[in-house]
């Protein structure tokens, strides 16, 4: 620099500065060194030089002046905050706990060292201390949005949702423009099934980035529990387009066609979802479902085996396996699978259920009842289980136990309509037994008329021109199999054949018949008595 070089501290820090805001990086160095040279105790040459050090990621000799500034000035926080902020970017965790430990010491109203040293704690899963921390930089002000977030967290990791959902608003707050805070606050209007709020704050954190393939699959996610499908499939669909790996999106993708019954569209999206990740027996037992539902047997067995062989404490491939035994009348096969499935777990009341209507295609009804029972003891508010149960007590005359379990499966699901017509069909098969003798008030026959006298073998009694009936349970006619046929071809028509799991809980699920059955005959019987009632009443009155 020769003779132009300056002579003084702020001179050389001056221009130095000036350097270095115009990109000249070398030159603002070489002033930096200057100005300590002409002064080697001078704290501000040491901070400004630290300081540029730092910035350009030199921790080693920013480290330097910073420690000589705690020599220069031992009662000042800031060289303590930077060593520490250093010895953490190096993994020197004891080193950066140390001087985050001493700059509060030197200035305890400072929010910044507890907020770092909060953060220490929070990536060693103290978050106690963390917690502790992070809320005494809260209590002194501190601006900073992610300490906020981090507080966030911790409540999330604590199942405090509503504290949760506070933070995350008071990060918004401090930084409105940040993706991150606005998702993290949908995920808990999420999880707590707030759905709409949800959405709201899934777009807000699209509109801050429209890049976000995360924002868009998780606006999707609550979208789908929202049964909002072609939102979703829209939301999954861009989240693909930019870039996203994550499998569930094409599995939802494929649930999404399922609904539809777009089969072949959902098996190309299960097999992606297995090419991204084959380890996922749900992802098989998925595309094993489709297989079934096109009736292609085979196929479907091998995605079932495929699943058993990536978890083989799993039941659910050995129940549906089971199900294609059962489609194909292989009984014993079929029992064999849904044993191995029970001996899995016997508190699934799916494989109960199907071994009971195994039972009724052999046409062991009491077997049946006792796994139709069974299911039950295990999952009392299927209403399907209870429809079952009560079209096996039906067809052994066990009549008023059949209309217990009609009225249960309509106390779940008021809208289970094969059960309200199994119901309204036993009454109808409830044929009244004539008393042996009849007597009501009648006036006296003209002289030339012959007596009036009823068939006893089509007249039910009455007595005190009242008409009372038998409530026997036991009596039935002829017309009682042709109405139990009529009950077990609704069973058919409407029961799912095939039981869905999730691949994500695995928990099995029974969807509710959407196909409207064929409603029961009523008995022509007692049309036919109820017909001369109207007439007989109508002649000789009440």
Not at 264 to 283: C, M, S
Not at 306 to 321: G, R, S
Not at 501 to 530: G, H, M
Request: glycine share 4%; hydrophobic share 40%; charged share 20%.
């Amino acid at each position: 620099m020769g003779v132009s070089e300056p002579q003084t501290v702020v001179d050389c820090l001056t221009l130095a500065k000036k350097h270095k805001q115009e990109g000249q990086l070398h030159e603002a160095t070489a002033l930096y060194e200057r100005a300590i040279q002409i002064e080697p105790d001078s704290k501000a040459a040491h901070r400004a030089i630290a300081n540029h050090y730092f910035s350009q990621k030199d921790y080693e000799l920013a480290a330097q002046h910073y420690q000589t500034l705690t020599t220069l000035e031992p009662n000042e926080s800031f060289s303590y905050i930077r060593l520490g902020q250093i010895s953490k970017n190096q993994n020197r965790i004891p080193d950066a706990t140390s001087a985050f430990t001493r700059a509060i010491e030197l200035d305890p109203q400072a929010p910044q060292p507890h907020q770092l040293l909060g953060a220490i704690y929070f990536t060693q899963k103290d978050f106690s201390s963390a917690k502790s921390n992070y809320d005494k930089a809260v209590s002194l002000g501190t601006k900073a949005a992610w300490v906020h977030a981090q507080l966030g967290q911790i409540a999330k990791r604590q199942d405090q949702p509503q504290i949760v959902i506070a933070h995350f608003k008071d990060a918004i707050a401090l930084n409105p423009k940040n993706a991150n805070f606005h998702i993290n606050c949908a995920d808990i209007y999420a999880k707590q099934k707030q759905l709409d709020l949800a959405i709201r704050s899934y777009q807000q954190a699209i509109a801050l980035s429209p890049d976000s393939f995360r924002a868009y699959q998780a606006l999707g996610e609550a979208q789908f529990n929202q049964k909002d499908y072609p939102a979703a499939k829209a939301s999954y669909n861009k989240a693909i387009e930019l870039g996203t790996q994550a499998p569930w999106v094409h599995f939802k993708l494929g649930r999404i066609a399922e609904q539809t019954k777009d089969y072949d569209a959902a098996l190309a999206h299960f097999e992606n979802a297995i090419a991204l990740n084959g380890n996922n027996p749900g992802f098989h037992i998925a595309c094993g479902r489709v297989h079934f539902a096109q009736n292609h047997f085979s196929p479907a067995i091998s995605s079932y085996q495929q699943a058993t062989e990536l978890n083989p404490n799993n039941p659910a491939p050995y129940q549906l396996m089971g199900d294609i035994r059962l489609a194909q009348k292989e009984f014993s096969a079929a029992e064999s699978l849904y044993r191995q499935a029970l001996a899995l777990n016997d508190q699934a009341a799916i494989v109960p259920f199907k071994l009971g209507q195994l039972a009724v295609k052999q046409g062991d009804k009491e077997t049946a009842t006792a796994w139709y029972k069974r299911a039950i003891a295990l999952n009392p508010k299927n209403p399907q289980f209870h429809f079952h149960l009560g079209n096996m007590q039906a067809a052994q005359n066990h009549t008023d136990a059949a209309r217990a379990s009609y009225e249960k499966a309509l106390a779940l699901n008021p809208n289970f309509s094969p059960a309200r017509k199994a119901l309204s069909a036993l009454a109808d098969t409830l044929v009244i037994t004539p008393q042996p003798s009849l007597s009501w008030a009648v006036p006296a026959p003209a002289p030339t008329s012959p007596a009036f006298t009823p068939s006893t073998t089509s007249t039910p009694a009455i007595a005190n021109s009242a008409v009372s009936h038998s409530q026997d349970a036991s009596v039935q006619t002829s017309t009682t199999k042709t109405l139990l046929k009529h009950r077990e071809s609704d069973s058919r028509a409407t029961a799912p054949q095939r039981f869905q799991y999730s691949t994500v809980a695995q928990d099995e699920f029974l969807t509710e018949p959407t196909t409207a059955s064929p409603v029961a005959k009523r008995n022509p019987l007692v049309k036919l008595i109820k017909r001369f009632f109207r007439s007989f009443l109508a002649i000789f009155g009440r």
